[in-house]
């Protein structure tokens, strides 16, 4: 149980364009999901995160306009990137909290955006 | 400010042998310690917590522990095999209890038959 999908994997997109990345619950009903970005050799980065139903919170540094999260239902919260650059190429991973934190996060396969 | 910093170099060990990673931490006091495992290009995967009253955790062949005092945590993986490379992240829970975890940078195991 607790299984966590994010899709796209891999993503190679043009300079400039938006890039939109789901991640899903697919077994549970995640009230609290956070998106991180990894650079290579580096730690998970926490970006912002997300309540279903409310706007999301954002770590200091992180442009909301430039990554704009979404979190419409239980089991969806979506990132984009718009008007994205080569320095946004990096592995974004989302995490998930079934109902009441019990200390374990579920997280993603993680998605690898490549921008040209 | 608060830093976790646990070994950049990978850790190359035996088949058969005890695998120890550590993770130390400084100017921060967590409610509670995770150990993760992350492959390459794959989302990192919960192993073990352990709490701030807590010395001591086991789950199969995985053991941590946790010394506040020294501001340190210690991961051992015992009897290792090949199948337990992968890179090890030690995150941190918040002062007080919560759910957002600052992670370190991770610790490489290569274990070679």
């Known amino acids: ?116 | 400010s608060q830093k976790i910093e646990q070994n950049s170099e990978a850790l190359n060990i035996q088949e058969g042998k005890t695998a120890t990673l550590t993770c130390n931490y400084t100017n921060y006091s967590p409610a509670y310690l995770q150990w993760y495992r992350q492959d390459p290009g794959r989302g990192p995967v919960f192993l073990l917590l352990i709490r701030e009253n807590e010395k001591e955790k086991r789950k199969e062949r995985l053991k941590v522990t946790f010394d506040t005092t020294l501001k340190q945590s210690l991961f051992h993986i015992t009897a290792s095999q090949p199948a337990d490379s992968a890179t090890y992240l030690c995150a941190l829970g918040p002062p007080g209890g919560g759910n957002k975890l600052t992670f370190g940078t991770g610790t490489q195991l290569k274990v070679e038959l």
């Open chain 1, 1 to 116: 149980g607790a299984v966590v999908s994010q899709h796209p994997s891999r993503v190679i997109c043009k300079s400039g364009t938006s890039v939109k990345i789901e991640c899903r619950s697919l077994d549970f009903q995640a009230t609290t999901m956070f998106w991180y970005r990894q650079f290579p050799k580096q730690s998970l980065m926490l970006m912002a995160t997300s309540n279903e139903g409310s706007k999301a919170t954002y770590e200091q540094g992180v442009e909301k306009d430039k990554f704009l999260i979404n979190h419409a239902s239980l089991t969806l919260s979506t990132l984009t990137v718009t008007s994205a650059h080569p320095e946004d190429s990096s592995f974004y991973i989302c995490s998930a909290i079934p109902g009441q934190y019990t200390g374990e996060l579920f997280f993603g396969e993680g998605s690898r955006l490549t921008v040209l």
